[in-house]
């Protein structure tokens, strides 16, 4: 991909290109929106952030308040969905950090909080479920495995260690589809958000049957899963009185953030792989067809009735550089960025970045961070440089089995907040992987890729502009030696510590 204007230019509403989606973004850290014209451009006027976080603790919890997200997500359409912009808006779309659960009661009120893909707590039935069930045969058909991050065992854990909780549920819904009965009064879970939940059989796109069953709830208590393709129209009739620029706009199904990243930064077929480093991070290949066979790394998700999602997560990147920068103590005047625009030394300690669990490739759910190698002369910049160094071997792992499936060397194309607080965390990652890495420059991509996606419906003939990227990393041949002795040290300790 060759560097072009940005996208992220912003076009003035009298020319913007209709029709227009209001794009909304329910992320790790804030909901955000903006208006996006059918060239895939952001409009003047548009653009709203509301801050939040995560509620954790050292027990694996991580939950979030439904309702106040509903509340967020209500003040950004109230922003958004101006008066000009009366009779131009085609569509609503919303995509959300995946696989996350919310119990509703009969009421259509939130009756838990909103449990997120970085819980672990249901760690125990994990194990259970994988010595009743078996594992391989689940994952050829779900495309997942059986993991903390996904809701069989979680609601299993609801069942046994908060049965009154569990009982008070009438329907269990991810995030987006409870933000969508909230402003809507209706709600389905789009292909990609039903994928997530680790519970949709990859070929037939419905419900798996044996892991509902596991874990412990009815298919009746699960929404509608529905195509992207066909979105929500029936809407609450005060959903017009209150906004009327939304006045016939179709609520697309609700997607998850990866699918929208893969979109929003051109990642859209075999030839490009994605490489996202936000709070957490994945590689992904979004595939025109679903693979006959996974290897036992990866995941692949059914985004729609003709595309799939192949690849791996990594729980811990941005969270893994707060974790430096509120731990780790560095030299006066320097940085992140300079620990990681350094040549690396054999000093650096060697580190499993564990800090919230393994998902792609090991799924140790209750992985912990291991750093090895410190004795009293180790600096804080090299318990820095290994740590990103860490990372970046994580990725590299998921992107050996993403290789061996596609059949190619696809082009890396890199983006998330991450590489932009960190932009030289690139250059270590094109080291460690070995391949050029083309940083995506275009802010807000998961955003701008959630509108791309209502736009293949409502404008599909319309051409869109391209994402802009910055100059491509290319790895420095006098590492690569350094860089396969820490990765075979990397899975030496990986065998030892976590098996």
């Known amino acids: 991909m060759t560097p072009g ?29 903006d208006v996006y014209d059918a060239s895939g ?4 006027g548009g653009r709203h952030k509301v801050p939040h976080a995560f509620t954790t603790g050292g027990d694996g919890t991580s939950v979030l308040d439904p309702d106040a997200v509903v509340r967020e997500v209500e003040e950004i359409v109230d922003a958004l969905a101006r008066p000009e912009l009366v009779g131009r808006v085609g569509g609503v779309a919303l995509d959300t950090f995946a696989s996350s659960l919310v119990g509703v009661d009969a009421e259509g009120r939130a009756c838990t909080p909103c449990y997120t893909y970085a819980d672990s707590r249901c760690g125990a039935q994990v194990t259970a479920l994988r010595e009743e069930l078996d594992e391989a045969a689940i994952h050829q058909r779900t495309g997942t495995r059986l993991h903390s991050s996904y809701l069989a065992p979680r609601l299993r854990w609801l069942r046994e260690t908060r049965p009154e909780v569990f009982g008070r549920a009438a329907r269990w819904m991810s995030l987006g589809e409870y933000v969508y009965l909230g ?28 892991l509902v ?45 990866g699918l929208a990243s893969n979109v929003g930064v051109g990642a859209v077929d075999a030839s490009s792989m994605a490489a996202s480093a936000a709070t957490s991070g994945a590689m992904r290949i979004l595939l025109p067809a679903v693979p006959d066979d996974l290897p036992s ?19 811990d990147v941005g969270r893994a550089v707060s974790w430096l920068e509120s731990t780790i103590r560095l030299a006066p005047g320097s940085s992140l960025d300079a620990v990681a625009a350094a040549d690396p030394e054999p000093g650096a300690p060697l580190v499993l970045p564990y800090f919230s669990g393994e998902r792609a490739t090991g799924w140790a759910a209750d992985a912990r961070a291991t750093l090895t190698g410190i004795s009293a002369a180790t600096t804080g910049a090299q318990v820095a ?14 992107a050996d089995q993403l290789r061996a499936v596609s059949g190619q060397q696809p082009t890396i194309l890199a983006s998330g907040r991450v590489t932009q607080d960190v932009p030289s965390f690139l250059q270590v990652l094109a080291d460690v992987l070995d391949a050029p ?32 990227t910055g100059e491509t990393l290319a790895p420095v041949p006098q590492r690569a030696e350094y860089y396969r002795g820490r990765r075979e040290e990397y899975q030496r300790l990986y065998a030892a510590v976590v098996g």
Request: charged letters at 20%; aromatic letters at 4%; a negative charge.
């Open 213 to 257: 069953g596991a874990a412990g709830i009815s298919l009746e208590q699960l929404s509608e899963v529905r195509d992207p393709a066909d979105p929500l129209r029936d809407v609450a009739a005060g959903v017009a009185s209150r906004w009327p620029a939304l006045a016939g706009a179709a609520w697309f199904p609700v997607v998850a953030d």
């Open 385 to 398: 440089r290994g740590v990103l160094e860490g990372v970046a071997i994580s990725y590299a792992r998921i």
């Open 183 to 210: 402003l809507t009064g209706v709600t389905a879970a789009g292909t990609a958000t039903a994928a997530w939940t680790g519970m949709l059989d990859r070929r037939t796109g419905a419900w798996d049957p044996e």
């Open 437 to 468: 890495v083309v940083p995506v420059t275009t802010k807000r991509a998961t955003l701008r890729g959630t509108a791309l996606l209502a736009l293949e419906v409502l404008a599909p003939d319309v051409e869109r502009a391209d994402p802009a």
């Open 5 to 33: 204007p940005d996208p992220a230019a912003r076009v003035p509403l009298a020319q913007a290109q209709e029709p227009l989606v209001l794009a909304l973004d329910i992320g790790s850290t804030a909901s955000r929106g």
């Open 41 to 44: 451009r952001p409009v003047e």
């Open 297 to 315: 790394g990866l995941w692949c998700y059914r985004v729609d009735a003709r595309r799939s999602l192949l690849g791996g997560a990594v729980n």
